[in-house]
């Protein structure tokens, strides 16, 4: 298998968050708490990024007086020119503001240097740009190192204004403004805007001057494409920019983007585009033309309004992409024998070159040799009419290759980059001697351990969790990216059949995994050919499988497919009898949505649900339309059989599409109560089983009861939380409502649905109602009900007070009721509902058992046997 090790996130200061989040999928808090994003605000904002959010443009240091200066340009009509970049972020950059410029009016012309002519300004480009009649360049994605180059282009009389993220190495240039977000003198926080991400800002500081901001937003797709394609973090402002900017792809206002898209995708017009899609599929287009020729043609697809002209541009850089793909297999196979037959894989980093690797493309071999042997890797091409050597370096999480070419930069010529990748050129008398030396530094510095690739899963995910359902909640992660990196789950000892070879080359592997009752078909792991005879000899064994998870759509159905990221056998044997088990359905989060298919034309009304042995029938209108897929069927079955739970279904839309009618319908757990006793005493049993099925009420419970019910009295009662509280509150609810009549509840905290329905939630005694429930009381809501007591004179059996046995509350005529209790000796308590206790067993009494094993525990703990409970036991002692 694989040399890997997973680590599964231990963040311990997650628990909070989602205890006190009950309206968000607890997975999905488990993974945003994963991220550092735990408090109620951080959250919503996360999950609701929106264009508001994006910071004042204007805390950028110069903002001001860029936006100044660009604006007189304008209206004087002076000529400006971008200096851009080959690369997908300065191509989408230098688009983005001459597209801008051009509506505003301005006289504008770009500039974009040749690979072979480096990155970053250059004299003899600044003077010829000057010779066209330039006043003002402005750079984007360069520039913020470029000292000797802002001085000439001083002493040519423009003015220059640098946009660049790049990291900042001590003095700045003389240029006549700098926008960076990485500048210390910022008051704007965030640090890792792309190219693209910083022109923006500029563009939306313009636009907010012009009293226009929310025309910025329409050239959103351009900035996502820049920003994904620089694997900059996808959070903060990159978020925004990308979420919102992908869901413009469809209606971009680049005339020629629209028809690229149009020609990648082969379902382009009803395709949901993620950052895959821009880093696999549109980002590359524009690569390879910067990689091999000239990047203007890119820019000329962003800004063009041909469409004949632009039809040209795409059959040349879709041409350009092939060709590249070639070359860089071809780098890549000869990249490949030569580590084989030099065995270049001997020392703890790799490198290799030779003439011909094209210095376009070798960083993208050297990231797929990283890949596959997981070692820091130099891919290097011999330029010998030249008499020096160009190469791109890539590395593994744990060894920082610039700071490594800095122990032999004495050998190089320049270099530069950051911690995982880098490039540098070299004289090639010096290259032995370089590899040599950087081939004992790497040697030292990295560790057996380094070379373990580190899977980093979120956690273990039960096979019924994976459904439509979770895929749609997990959704609004996205996009997923650098800081925001796609879960990877794991599922632990489950058995695998149908393992085959699938793909033209059959290098993937395909298998279909078991566990328990539960099964997922045919997940994919690529590039994995090489190890099929290893894990066909695990055929009679356990293995455990880490994973993503994809939604796909397949003759217009919804299909959930786990990609495979690693196997291993297992070396654990799990015990079924683990209350994760348990507690992992019991707290499944309601609604649970989901598609069902049908060739019928229907409306949204009348469904139901049908329980059966083996399956849960959809009805509509009391007829057969579809059954639920597996995974939701174990959920709501175990669900009825273990918690007497209750469920409906509704409907929320109906699409119409080539194959079906996609339904798309909400599954909601039941919290509705009904009764046709005439008798009162029937009612409450039929309450109280509804309630808390056959288990008993407890003391308190019953004094609470009787005071109102039979002793028809006002009552204060003094109690500790988790005794009981809710279930009082539900029964006296649910009594009134199934008589015809109201109760309140009265209290500033948030309450679960069940309760919701019980009752009416005020703040205030300010309605009539029948019965008021105070709970835990504000000293305003204490005021209130003097004022209404003093006020009214028929007050009897119309209030229960509930307080914390701290209380000093007292009032007249109102029966206190004080909670008393002893915790058995018999019986000790762990905190927590005992779900993450490794040596916690099934006869540790907690809510996630099922209702018939918690009744089975109390009655031998009340016949004397000891027992280990959670605070959950304590409504029933």
Known sequence: MRNTKWIYNTNKNSSGAINNSPDIDKDILFILNNRGIVDPISIKKF?????????????????????????????????????????????????????????????????????????????EAI??????????????????????????????????????????????????????????????????????????????????????????????????????????????????????????LLKSKSLGLKMLISQIFPDWSTRIYTPFDIGFGIAPVFNAVGRLEDAKQAVELFIGNDSKILNGTISYLLEKNVERKKIQENIYENVLKKIEDYNLNQNNIIIVGDEGFHHGVIGIVASKIVDKYYKPTIIYEIKKEENIAVASCRSIESFDITKALTHVSSYL??????????????????????????????????????????IKIEKELPIFKISYDFLNKLSNLEPYGMGNSTPIFSITNCSFYNLRLIGKDRNHIMLSIKKGDLELKNCVWFRSGDIYDELYSLNNSNIDIAFRLKLEIYKDRYQYKPIIIDIKKSENVESSHKLNNFGNLKNIHFPIKT??????????????????????????????????????????????????????????????????????????????????????????????????????????????????????????????????????????????????KKAALI?????????????????????????????????????????????????ENKFLIIGDKASTLTLKDFHEIIDIYNIPDNLKLIKGDGVDSTDVGTECYSKVLPLDTRKNLIDKFKEGNSLLATEDILPFI
């Not at 264009?51 to 200066?69: A, C, G, N, Y």
């Not at 980059?417 to 490039?423: F, I, R, T, V, Y």
């Open 747 to 795: 209290s500033n905290e948030d309450f679960a649905k069940d309760i919701r329905e019980s009752l009416y939630i005020e703040s205030s005694i300010n309605k009539i109602y029948d019965f008021y429930i105070f709970l835990y009381p504000s000293k305003e809501q204490i005021t209130k009900l003097h004022n209404y007591l003093n006020n009214n004179k028929n007050i």
């Open 413 to 454: 010529l320049k270099y530069g980059g950051h911690s995982q990748a880098a490039g540098f050129s070299i004289s090639i008398d010096k290259l032995e001697e370089f590899k040599n030396k950087l081939y004992e530094y790497a040697n030292r510095e990295i560790s057996d351990y380094d070379l373990i690739e580190k």
């Open 47 to 123: 999950l609701n990024s929106e264009i508001k959010d994006i910071s004042d443009p204007f805390t950028l240091k110069d903002m001001d007086i860029t936006v100044d200066r660009l604006l007189d340009a304008i209206d004087s009509k002076e000529s400006i020119w971008i200096y851009g970049d080959y690369d997908v972020d300065g191509i989408t950059a230098t688009s983005l503001l001459y597209l801008v410029l051009t509506k505003l009016g301005a006289n504008i012309k770009y500039h974009i240097p040749l690979r072979n002519q480096g990155y970053g300004l250059n004299n």
């Open 595 to 740: 598609v069902i298919y049908t060739k019928r034309q229907i409306d949204q009304n009348n469904f139901s649900l049908d329980f059966y042995a083996d399956k849960i029938s959809i009805l509509y209108n009391k007829s057969y339309i579809d059954k639920l897929d597996s995974n939701i069927f174990y959920i709501l079955n175990t669900l009825k059989n273990n918690y007497n739970y209750t469920f409906k279904v509704s409907c929320e839309k109906i699409i119409k599409t080539l194959e079906n009618y996609n339904i798309h319908i909400s599954l909601e757990r039941n919290y509705s109560f009904e009764s046709y006793a005439i008798k009162e005493n029937v009612l409450f049993n039929e309450i109280k089983y509804f309630l808390i099925w056959n288990f008993s009420y407890n003391n308190i419970q019953k004094n609470i009861l009787r005071a109102i019910f039979f002793d028809k009295r006002n009552a204060i009662v003094k109690i500790d939380r988790g005794r009981g509280i809710s279930t009082i509150i539900k029964t006296i609810g649910l009594y009134y409502k199934n008589i015809n």
């Open 127 to 248: 003077e010829e740009i000057k010779n066209n009649g330039c006043s003002i360049i402005v750079t984007v994605d360069c520039g913020i190192s470029s000292i000797a180059e802002a001085e000439f282009c001083n002493s040519l009389g423009m003015d220059l204004i640098i946009t660049d993220h790049h990291e900042i190495n001590n003095q700045i240039p003389p240029a006549f403004s700098i926008i960076n977000p990485k500048r210390e003198e910022n008051i704007y926080s965030f640090k890792y805007l792309s190219g693209v991400g910083t022109i923006f800002m500029v563009v939306l500081a313009l636009y907010t001057k012009l009293g226009r901001k929310d025309e910025a937003f329409q050239f959103l797709d351009i900035v996502a494409i820049g920003t994904v394609a620089d694997i900059v973090p996808l959070i903060e402002e990159n978020r925004i920019f990308t979420k919102i900017g992908i869901n413009q």
